[in-house]
Structure formats: structure tokens, C-alpha cells
């Protein structure tokens, strides 16, 4: 389903959700997902609702939100319906292909295509955020949780690719604060993971993260002739209310 009024350009494309559903698949992703449904998990009981809705705002592919409701699924008699909306067609293309039981829409995030208070969770993971039409469409007892990059994620592609700029170090507290600002701040949990990868998983690891975009290919070579065989993943992951 497209919903999208003006569709801009997007370096998200299908070639590099085609990288990042490899990369998921091979679990790269899975034990900072298995947080995410955790904290859904622990905050059920409070939803005034049988027929709990998901949203995953920047779904991309699809992988975690079909993840996570199905992982919750196996789990509990309340119904689920999850939700993922993308600015990407490409991306929205190989979740609806891949996953059939969830409504995928191509939809920006600044003009959100659903109705207030819809949703009892809203999922923000690696995306940019756009709280104002958090606060309208989640429930007034819904929470919110933003994954996002911990200092050390992918440490070992950043201090190749930036080494001696201020790039090479990342902070998230901007980022944190922002969302307090926005949210009251519930909890906050830091996942802290390696990652053994071969030389084809370490390409499509670098095609799909946004720290590779604008290098040269020489610069990708050179990368892959590091001999990085593991990968530090690192996410801090927010819990919020409005």
C-alpha cells in the first residue's frame, strides 16, 4: 500500500534492504530484538486492549516487526496486529513479499497515515523519529521504544571509514535527550554484542549501513581486505511514555 503524497529520494533503496534482510536473517539483529519484544512483553498487562496494535515507524524490510509480533504471538491469546510504515517502496516491496501477515505501507513519517490514538506500541528502531505524530497516534497508556546506536556499533567499520574525524566516535546523548524532551523517559537498557561475520556477511553488512554512503569503492576495498572477521554491535534502547 502507498500512501505517500510527495515521494522524495531516499539512498534507502531495495539493493541496500536486499543487504540489511541478509544481514538479519543471519541474526545479527536478534538479541537486541529479543529486548525490544521483552519490554512489549513486560508492559502488556496495561494495555486496555485484547487487540494489541504495533507500529514499526521506519520498518525498512520488515524483519523486526514480523520478529517481534510473531515472537509475541507464540506467547500470548491477545490478538496482534502489526503495523510497518517506510518512505522506501523498495523496502516496503520485500517486507510485503516476504511477510504476509502484517499491513505494510510506503508513508512518511511526518505525515502519518492512520487516525489518534491508534496504537499501543510504537517501534522506532535505527530510524528517525518524528514525535509529534508519536504523541498523536499512540494511546494515552501505549508506550514508545527507540533503539538506537550504542558508542561502540560497528566500531571496527567506523574507524576505517573515519579514522581521525570526529566521526569515528559516536555519541548518542543528544539523541537521548532529545527524546526525553519529547517522552517522559521510562527506562533506557544498553545491549552490547560480537558478531562473528564472513567476507560475503561483511559486505552486505557494509552495502546496508548509511556509514559506508558517499565512500569510494577503494575505500570499501580497503575494508574488506582489513580481515575484519567479527563485528561489535551496540544499541541503546529507550522506553517511553507520553
Request: proline share 2%.
Amino acid at each position: 500500500m502507498n500512501l505517500l503524497i510527495n515521494a522524495g529520494k531516499s539512498q534507502y533503496n531495495k539493493e541496500m534492504f536486499e543487504s540489511r534482510n541478509i544481514i538479519c536473517n543471519m541474526g545479527f539483529f536478534d538479541p537486541m530484538v529479543n529486548v525490544v519484544m521483552g519490554i512489549i512483553r513486560k508492559n502488556m498487562s496495561g494495555f486496555n486492549s485484547n487487540n494489541i496494535k504495533v507500529l514499526d515507524a521506519g520498518c525498512g524490510e520488515g524483519f523486526h516487526l514480523s520478529r517481534i509480533i510473531n515472537g509475541l504471538r507464540k506467547e500470548t491469546e491477545m490478538s496482534l496486529q502489526g503495523v510497518g510504515i517506510d518512505i522506501s517502496k523498495g523496502g516496503i516491496q520485500i517486507a510485503a513479499k516476504n511477510y504476509k501477515d502484517i499491513i505494510w505501507c510506503v508513508a512518511d513519517l511526518a505525515r502519518i497515515p492512520f487516525m489518534d490514538k491508534q496504537f499501543e506500541v510504537i517501534l522506532n528502531i535505527l530510524s528517525p523519529s518524528n514525535y509529534g505524530e508519536f504523541k498523536r497516534i499512540v494511546r494515552n497508556e501505549g508506550i514508545l521504544i527507540k533503539v538506537i546506536p550504542g558508542s561502540d556499533y560497528l566500531k571496527e567499520l567506523r574507524k576505517v571509514f573515519y579514522m581521525e574525524t570526529e566521526k569515528e566516535i559516536y555519541s548518542g546523548n543528544r539523541v537521548i535527550e532529545h527524546f526525553r524532551n519529547n517522552f517522559n523517559l521510562m527506562d533506557i537498557q544498553n545491549v552490547r554484542y560480537s558478531v562473528e561475520l564472513s567476507k560475503d556477511e561483511l559486505r552486505h553488512l557494509i552495502k546496508m549501513t548509511p556509514l559506508s554512503w558517499g565512500a569510494t569503492e577503494d575505500k570499501v576495498q580497503k575494508v574488506l581486505n582489513e580481515g575484519i572477521d567479527c563485528i561489535t554491535a551496540d544499541f541503546n534502547i529507550m522506553t517511553g511514555r507520553i
